[in-house]
């Protein structure tokens, strides 16, 4: 192997060597500044707080209870996502507690309308999504609902939205609803916790109404398995597996670029070592049997030659001739 080629060999492999260090850098640079306060920063646009992918137990009124723990300050929104992408539905919040707004993507439903439809959407996908400062929803903030009581009467939504407003006060500036405080203890590490079994803990400061707390009953008994994770879990779980995945996948081309370059300079090393002592075989050649043209010309044209010895002559020139022309071919 040419040693032009070998430097080339070199070369491109300290630059994938490079690229893949700096890949690694800004894979780093970027979980850092993930890592932060949970509240959503006045540099930041957007900031996603949890997503996931849909799993068998876990449905919208989980996604509600977990927004109701979270309690995102500022503007944020939830958004729905169908299997096929056809349907993508978002809903609103202020505060993490009282719904102002929803929308269906390419649709012109809006209001309490959209809403209704938003909650229905059969999703795969959800993300809470955390608006910065000084971004606006247009004109998407006509609703004004209470999270607790829509979470309420989610198995049987009322057809006036009267039923589910929140009671605009001077007195309290978030308007009507008590001042939850969200439950800090909550162990979401937890297998054998029921995912409904957060609201309590989102709630548990607070004075519950008798009507609340049989919310809570039923959907502890329409909860038929208790060992199911919760849904901060099934979205932790979901985001380390496609982590895994990734690393996976580079690991792999990296084993994969690491025996090229092994089998390519392993070649090199060994033409180096052996390739100048290989010799090819001399070609044979049978001199014997092939005369000279002044020796055939010779015995042509000399008169003690006659009838016989010219004929012998000439079928020798020919057999001479002929071998000649195999001997070519061979080689």
Not at 45 to 51: H, K, P, S, V
Request: charged share 25%.
């Amino acid at each position: 192997m040419p040693p032009i080629f070998c430097r080339r060999v070199r070369k491109e492999t300290a630059n994938r060597a490079s690229a893949i260090r700096l890949f690694w850098v800004k894979t780093a640079l970027i979980n850092l500044l993930k890592k932060g306060p949970n509240e959503v920063s006045y540099f930041k646009r957007m900031d996603t707080l949890f997503e996931g992918q849909r799993e068998s137990n876990v449905a919208m009124q989980d996604l509600l209870a977990r927004v109701l723990e979270v309690q995102p300050a500022g503007l944020s929104y939830l958004r729905v996502v169908s299997a096929d992408k056809q349907v993508e539905g978002r809903i609103y919040f202020q505060d993490g507690r009282r719904i102002i707004g929803a929308s269906l993507v390419e649709s012109p439903l809006s209001g309490y309308e959209a809403l209704r439809a938003a909650l229905q959407v059969d999703f795969n996908t959800f993300a809470l999504i955390g608006i910065g400062h000084g971004q606006s929803l247009g004109g998407q903030t006509a609703l004004r609902v209470d999270a607790l009581a829509l979470l309420r009467r989610l198995d049987d939504l009322p057809a006036d939205i009267s039923e589910l407003s929140v009671a605009e006060g001077p007195e309290n500036g978030t308007g009507g609803y008590p001042n939850l405080q969200v439950g800090i203890n909550v162990d979401e590490h937890s297998d054998d916790q029921p995912a409904i079994s957060r609201i309590s803990d989102v709630v548990k400061d607070a004075e519950m109404s008798s009507e609340l707390q049989e919310l809570l009953n039923q959907r502890m008994v329409k909860t038929s398995a208790p060992d199911k994770p919760p849904a901060s879990n099934q979205v932790k779980a979901f985001s380390k597996a496609r982590k895994f995945e990734a690393r996976k996948g580079l690991r792999q081309a990296l084993l994969v670029s690491s025996a090229l370059v092994a089998i390519i300079c392993g070649g090199a090393f060994l033409y180096k070592q052996f390739g100048s002592n290989i010799q090819m075989p001399p070609k044979k050649i049978l001199s014997s049997t092939i005369r000279p043209r002044s020796e055939v010309s010779s015995i042509k044209m000399h008169p003690a030659n006659s009838g016989s010895n010219a004929k012998r002559t000439e079928g020798t020139t020919l057999d001479a001739k002929q071998r000649t022309s195999t001997q070519r071919r061979r080689f």
